[in-house]
C-alpha cells in the first residue's frame, strides 16, 4: 500500500502533468493560428504524452491502494511573443517536470516505497528525451532567426511526428468514430 505523503506528491504530480497537457494544447491553438501547422501537430503528439502521463500516475495511486485526487489547474497562458517564445517556454517546462520527478523519487526513497521505483525511473529516462527534443527545437529555432524558408523547413519536419496509435487526440482517429 502506498503512504499518504508519497500519494499526496503523486496527486500533485497528476496536476502538473494535467497542466503540462492544457499548456501544450493551448500552444497548438497558437500555433495554428499563425499556420505552423506541423509544429502545431507536434506539440499536439506531445500534449498527448502528457495526458497518459497523468494517467501513469493516477493508476498508480489507484493501483496501490490510495485515492487519486485531482485538483484545480493553474491560469493557463494562451499568448506567446514568438515562435521562439513557445518552444522556450516548452524546453523550461519539461525541465520543470524533471525538478519534479526527482523530488518524487527522493521521497519514494525516503519512505522505502520500492515498488514506485521502475515507474519513477521510467519517468526520468522519459524527461531526458523530452528536454531533449523540446531543447533541440529551441535551439534550432534560434539558428533560424527571421529565415523565413528555415522557419517552414522546421514546421514541415515537426510535422512528420507520428500520433501514439489510437490517440484521442489525433484527428484521424476521432474523425473516423
Ligand atoms: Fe510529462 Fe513532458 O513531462
Not at 149 to 166: C, I, N
Request: glycine share 6%; aromatic share 10%; proline share 2%.
Amino acid at each position: 500500500m502506498i503512504g499518504d505523503r508519497l500519494t499526496q506528491a503523486m496527486n500533485d504530480q497528476i496536476k502538473h502533468e494535467l497542466e503540462s497537457y492544457y499548456i501544450y494544447l493551448s500552444m497548438v491553438s497558437w500555433l495554428h493560428d499563425r499556420n505552423l501547422d506541423g509544429m502545431a501537430h507536434w506539440m499536439r503528439c506531445q500534449a498527448h504524452e502528457e495526458m497518459i502521463h497523468a494517467m501513469k500516475f493516477f493508476d498508480h495511486i489507484i493501483d496501490r491502494g490510495g485515492k487519486a485526487v485531482l485538483q484545480d489547474l493553474k491560469q493557463l497562458k494562451t499568448d506567446w511573443v514568438s515562435v521562439e517564445e513557445v518552444f522556450n517556454d516548452a524546453y523550461a517546462h519539461e525541465q520543470f517536470i524533471t525538478s519534479k520527478i526527482n523530488e518524487l523519487t527522493t521521497i519514494a526513497r525516503e519512505e522505502k516505497d520500492y515498488a514506485s521505483e521502475p515507474m519513477l525511473a521510467w519517468f526520468s529516462d522519459e524527461q531526458v528525451e523530452e528536454e531533449a527534443t523540446t531543447g533541440k527545437i529551441a535551439a534550432e529555432l534560434e539558428m533560424v532567426g527571421k529565415d523565413k524558408t528555415g522557419l517552414l523547413m522546421l514546421d514541415r519536419e515537426l510535422g512528420q511526428r507520428v500520433f501514439p496509435a489510437g490517440s484521442p487526440l489525433d484527428p484521424v482517429a476521432y474523425n473516423a468514430k
